[in-house]
């Protein structure tokens, strides 16, 4: 399971989005270092928040391709079937035990 992300500070969410308005008159100090009771959001680093999103999408991808694997050994048997179920097996075991790391 992932950490969760370093928070960075805080922000009202109607700030937050008033922000994203460039003809809305608020800038960054708006921004808090303190959480301000519920009427703040906990802000984190974009460049932290993509790095956990590569990382989902690679594991993603590692547990599709162990999928597609087995799927494709059960529509398309051969006479290797048996060695192909035992590679499949191995790839999506260790996909799954790369998403617990």
């Known amino acids: 399971m992932t950490q969760p992300l370093p928070i960075v500070g805080y922000i009202n969410p109607l700030v937050a ?59 398309n048997p051969s006479k290797t079937v048996w060695v192909r179920i035992e590679a499949v097996q191995k790839e999506a075991e260790e996909a799954l035990k790369g998403s617990e790391a």
Request: charged letters at 30%; hydrophobic letters at 40%.
């Open 17 to 75: 989005d008033a922000l994203r308005d460039l003809t809305s008159g608020i800038n960054v100090t708006q921004l808090r270092a303190e959480r301000n009771g519920p009427v703040s959001a906990p802000l984190v680093l974009k460049t932290d928040a993509d790095t956990e999103i590569a990382k989902r999408d690679a594991e993603i991808a590692r547990l599709n391709d162990a999928l597609c694997g087995i799927i494709d050994t059960a529509h």
